[in-house]
């Protein structure tokens, strides 16, 4: 046997790592060792030591714009009775009271027996050729040894998909090395026998490493962001193969060469002859080669089936999905992803992973600082707007006797702002306000020195985003400044808004007829703060019977008018119907079809006054109920497919004799 051959046995002997597993254990090596944790906790590029317990953070700015930093395991409850329910229950979490590494053990001690009969099914399987087979596959022997390491990743692999996957999550790694799992073979190699089995079958001890993966994965692939998906899967990596070598069997053959040859120097200085001779040294020659050869024809074949093993075992199978809800505290994960995405309405929209220095598993929810709200003068914005809708005046009823009374209502007026401010914001703390703080006062003093007014709210949808001063003095400037807040934090104060109120009285209305002057003035009253008004006006006994057209004028100059009939003192009230706009009181000769309309009668008798289309004995729309004084007001709808020009009748029979009123009417199709 040459050197040669000698020394590549020697070589061979030992460990043998597989070829065809070299990249997986090289991956594998890069996850697996604990790295020292940079000062910032990052987990971007490095792969900390986290088997501590879990940590749930909020870190805000309380209302007294104070920073915070809280730990929910000891936040006090008015801090935890603030957040999510499922944030709430976190701090009795297994999650945040047990080492994750404890909790990663179980579910490893879980899956052992699990593990160790799939290798034992998958060596025999594999291992099995027309020449070779695995047998005698014993218990599987586990490490003792086990890391939990955690990344931050932005790309990653996936099985049977060429291209990485982009976005973030986060990866706990959970690492056991050195397992073990023993197996003979036979082969021609090593068993002539016919029954296949033979003491010189060579046993193999295949090492493999475990991983658990846990993932918590952000749906935004640009950020880490709740919520967050929670799958978990175990992979076996092979490790290295054992055994298969003859390096026992030459160490055997080199010492009985090296016996052989002190024996045979020992013969020769008994004798007299050289301590070596060289018959001596040729036949211990001849008995090392003849041994040498017959193992280097074994060594050949156990190469080569120690080569076709390891092919065969290069890659073990994936036991694939892990049930983390199997185990308390990694079922907490999910627990903090309902959590983490119901806090993004309070405002807590960034969401951070890190490693604390002494190895525990840091979510930080941090509450983006809101903007200050922007005041605006609401009464100055909407008077401003271009509106689809003019100042209106309607007469509470269509006639009047001289020296009667009459109310008079008018809409769509400009707000006044003379005794009244009302201002208005946007919300910026998130749909999770629950009140907002005003300070107001006239302008000269200190702003901070206002007192507050606190208004409850319930969400940033209430429309409760404005607020009403009332009872101020003309021409004076008042100031204002606006903050939200919720159970946790608030806004910063926004900036002062002044406005000033007008210098006359511009809620002031002033109902004249037939001309705006002071003689033709018959009544007053106040604009409110939306816009409309309604008085009681008197006509003077002297006015004229006839069409009187009445004048309604604000302080502020807008004007808006309407007609009535006025009768003598001596007269009576004839009966007479009018269609009304039911949102204005305007009277309205045009109608749509199945729309409700105001339909307003006087001169009637008290009693029943029935309604129908176009004739006396028509197609019933209702009846109305006319009170002592001889009015009614009914709301009532013409029947789809009416269409057209139509007359609506009222009709009343009374003590002998028919009452009756008509008004004409187009009624137009609805849109379709």
Partial sequence: MSITLLNRLVRRAG??????????????????????????????????????????????????????????????????????????????????????????????????????GSLFTQITSDVHTADNAAYGVSACSFGTLASLTAIQQSQWYVPEQRDPVTGQRILLDYYVPDNTVAFRVT????????????????????????????????????????????????????????????????????????????????????????????????????????????????????????????????????????????????????????GCQAAWSLGF??????????????????????????????????????????????AGEPQVQAGGKLTVTGSYFDAPESQQIQISWDDTIGASVTDSDIKWGPKGGQVQRLPTVSKPRTSSDDNGNNFTATGLALNTTYQFQVRDCNALTCSPWSAVKEITTMTGRADQVTVYVDGVAAANQIGTGTLQGDGTFSLGVTFPSGTLPGQRTLIAVTGAGQQASTVVTVIGSGQGVKPVIQIVDPQTNQAITGLMEGTLFTLRG????????????????????????????????VKLSVPFGSTGNHTLVATQATSGQTLQATVTTYVDRIPR
């Fill in 187 to 338: 082969s021609p190699y090593t068993c002539q026998s016919s029954n296949l089995v033979c003491a010189a079958d060579p046993q193999y001890t295949l090492v493999f490493d475990s991983h658990i993966f846990v993932t918590l994965t952000s749906y935004d692939p640009n950020s880490l962001a709740c919520p967050l998906s929670v799958t978990a899967t175990q992979s076996l990596v092979t490790n290295s193969m054992v055994g298969g070598d003859q390096s026992e069997a030459i160490k055997t053959a080199l010492l009985q060469a090296a016996a052989q040859l002190g024996i045979s120097a020992g013969a020769g200085a008994a004798t007299g002859d050289p301590l070596i001779t060289a018959g001596g040294v040729l036949g211990s020659v001849v008995q090392l080669a003849g041994q040498l050869t017959g193992i280097g024809v074994a060594a050949a074949g156990n190469d080569h089936l120690r080569d076709m093993v390891s092919a065969d075992l290069s890659y073990l199978y994936v036991p694939g999905a892990v049930d983390v809800n199997s185990v308390p505290a990694l079922q907490g994960f999910n627990r903090f992803s309902q």
């Fill in 349 to 394: 929209s960034t969401l951070d992973v890190s490693a604390t220095a002494d190895g525990h598993l840091r979510f930080t929810l941090t509450d983006a600082p809101a903007t200050a709200p922007a005041i605006q003068d609401t009464i100055a914005r909407e008077n401003g707007l271009p509106s689809l809708f003019h100042p209106t005046v309607a």
């Fill in 602 to 633: 006087q001169g009637f008798s008290a009693g029943q006054v029935n309604i129908t289309l176009d004739t006396a004995s028509g197609q019933a729309l209702g009846f109305a109920s006319a009170a002592a004084d001889g009015t009614f007001q």
């Fill in 15 to 116: 460990t043998v790592l597989l070829p065809a597993a070299v990249a997986v254990l090289a991956m594998a090596a890069t996850i697996s060792p604990p790295h020292t944790t940079r000062a910032d906790g990052s987990l971007i590029n490095q792969k900390p030591s986290v088997g501590g317990a879990a940590q749930v953070h909020v870190v805000f700015t309380d209302k007294n714009g104070r920073p915070q930093d809280v730990d929910l395991v000891s936040a006090q409850q008015s801090v935890l009775s603030a957040l999510p329910n499922d944030l709430q229950q976190l701090p009795s979490s297994p999650l945040l009271t047990s080492a994750l590494g404890d909790a990663f053990g179980q579910v490893w001690t879980g899956l052992q027996s699990q593990d160790c």
